[in-house]
Every structure is written in C-alpha cells, then in structure tokens.
C-alpha cells in the first residue's frame, strides 16, 4: 500500500467511526495497523471535498460536516476494540508518540543483516533502545547476525530495560544521524523488560535462545526463570505432542495436575484427558467437577511445578517442547 493509499484507508477510517474501523482493522497485518494508525494520528483537519473524493472512489456517500478529524480517544478506542488492550497499547506508544521513533521507522522496512551492519558497532544499549521499538521476530533476526558476546550482552540489557527515556532517543538521533526530536515533553514508553525479552526469544531459534539464558543466568538467576516463565506458559502444553503429554503425565501427581487444570483452557483439558485412559480421564473430570473455587495463587504455582517437569523432561530430551523460533535439527 503506497502512501496515498493509506491516507485514503486512514481517512476512510476516521470518518466510519469506531465500531466499524475497528472491525476493518481486525483482517489487517501489524505493520499495515501501524501505518495506517499513524496517519489516522495526523488527520487534524480535512476539506470536506476530500472526504468525498474518497467516498466516492469506495462507492460511498460522503459524511456531514466541513472537517474530519481524529484525536487520541478515538483512535485508541479503535485500535482497542480491534487488538485488544494489550496489542492496541504496544502499538499506540509508538503511533502517538510525535514521530519520537522516525529514525528507527525506516529500520523496520530492511532485512536483518543489512540494519545489523548499520548498528552492530553502535553501544550495546543504543542497539538495545532500536531493537525493542522493533517487531520481536524482527529483532530477533537482527540478533541472530551478531556475535555470541553482542547477542548476550543486548538480551540481558533489553531484560532488565524498564522503559525509554527521551534522553536515550536523543542519544539515539545523535548516534545514527537521523531524524528523533528527543522531546522532554514525551512520556516514558514502556518499551522492554522480561516479557519483551522473553519475545525475541522465542524467535531466535532453541540453540541461540540456550546460549542468552545460560548468559542471563550467570547474570540473575532469577531473571532468567522469569524470562523463562514468560516463554513458556502452561497453555503452551497444547505444543507438545500425545508422546509427550503422555510422558509428563507420569511425572505429575493426581492432585496437582487437578489444580493445574482448573486455570487451564478447555482445549488444553480435552488434550490432557485423550492421553489418559478412559478411567483416569473420568475420575480426572470428576474431580474437576466436585472441586469447589481454587486461589488462583495455587492454580499458578501448581501449574509452575508441571512447567519445571517439563523442562527437565525437554533437557533430557524425552520430550519436544514448540516453540515460535524452535529449530529441530535432524541427526
């Protein structure tokens, strides 16, 4: 979609209002979310001749009114109702943000290998500031290009980031010579920490992503099982094949498993309960079935332990746990 296009989409948008732009958005990509959801941020004031130039192309009838406009509310409103909370909030910090990040904008339309020759001589923490305002698959592809030593030192420093100052995007302007205004003016975005870490890698592959743990665990122990936790939930059991299930099940006890299952999906249920027998599948609903309101607290911490199982099992290779960027290797 050329530029033209997209200021017509984001027009059109704006004037559908926010029930219906948000289920357009729904069928659309990430980066075309992204592009369009930032020139719907810089439509302050539109002719109405203009609104109808592209009505009409659409076949539609122009709205009322001189100008069309969208403030913040409404595009937030609209990405919400299309992303949910959580996406909708990662990608407003970087649409509303005054064009903060135009320098690392045109990063994110190069492959891996060319924008990790343009930065991999920059500090570790300038690279760092870049990769987290990237896509993680992205990013994680840009890791994989650099040194073991490189990779590592970035991972444990996008772990432990809490958020980008303006100061750093200044620094940032300076180091690669492109456009970032540094406003002091800007709120700290709420980019990095252990589950933007944990992200990229789940993209990097199973060996690389075993070399940066070992790294961060030398580090902070406990910030790696965090990272850890974050890469690996208990729905990701779905990944793992009847094999395996069948496996872990030997390994964990009737009364956990029985808390575990009560914060698990019905899909998640129903691919436990067809790896047991037909009796141990029945006593198993049974007792889910009696079993009055749980804390969540135990639910997670239950849920944890078969976690530890599994990875143990996974290390001793007696099982195969998925992944985003997992990279089986034939022997």
Excluded: C
């Excluded at 990405?79 to 996406?87: I, N, P, S, W």
């Excluded at 030192?153 to 772990?159: G, K, N, P, W």
């Excluded at 808390?259 to 037909?278: H, V």
């Amino acid at each position: 979609m050329n530029n033209d296009g997209i200021e017509k989409a984001a027009l059109l948008l704006v004037t559908l209002g926010e029930a219906e732009a948000a289920e357009v958005l729904k069928h659309l990509g990430p980066r075309e979310v992204q592009k369009i959801g930032q020139a719907m941020a810089q439509i302050k004031g539109v002719p109405r001749d203009r609104v109808e130039v592209v009505l009409t192309e659409l076949e539609s009838q122009a709205a009322n009114g001189a100008k069309v406009g969208a403030d913040e509310e409404l595009i937030r409103g609209m990405l919400t109702k299309a992303l949910g909370e959580e996406r909708a909030g990662h990608l407003l910090s970087r649409i509303l943000s005054d064009s903060d990040t135009a320098g690392i904008e045109s990063l994110k339309w190069m492959d891996a290998p060319t924008v990790a020759d343009l930065i991999k001589n920059e500090h570790p923490q300038i690279i760092t500031t870049i990769l987290v305002h990237l896509e993680f698959d992205h990013a994680a592809e840009i890791l994989k290009q650099f040194t073991e030593r490189l990779r590592n030192d970035v991972m444990l420093r996008i772990a432990t980031l809490d958020g980008v100052q303006p100061i750093a995007l200044q620094e940032l302007n300076d180091a690669m010579a492109r456009v970032l205004s540094g406003s002091q003016k800007m709120k700290k975005s709420n980019l990095g920490g252990i589950k933007a870490a944990a992200e990229i890698l789940g993209f990097i592959g199973t060996a690389n992503e075993t070399v940066v743990l070992d790294a961060v665990r030398d580090y902070d122990p406990e910030l790696a099982q965090n990272i850890m936790d974050q890469m690996f939930v208990f729905e990701n059991l779905l990944d793992i094949d009847d094999r395996g299930i069948q496996t872990l099940l030997r390994e964990v006890q009737g009364e956990q498993l029985v808390l575990a299952l009560k914060g698990a999906s019905e899909a998640l249920r129903e691919k436990i309960f067809k790896n047991m027998s037909q009796r141990a599948a029945e006593m198993l609903r049974e007792d889910l079935e009696s079993r009055g309101p749980v804390k969540l607290s135990e639910v997670e911490t239950e849920q944890k332990e078969i976690l530890k199982i599994a990875r143990r099992l996974a290390e001793e290779g007696q099982i195969m746990m998925g992944g985003k960027g997992s990279e089986e290797q034939m022997v």
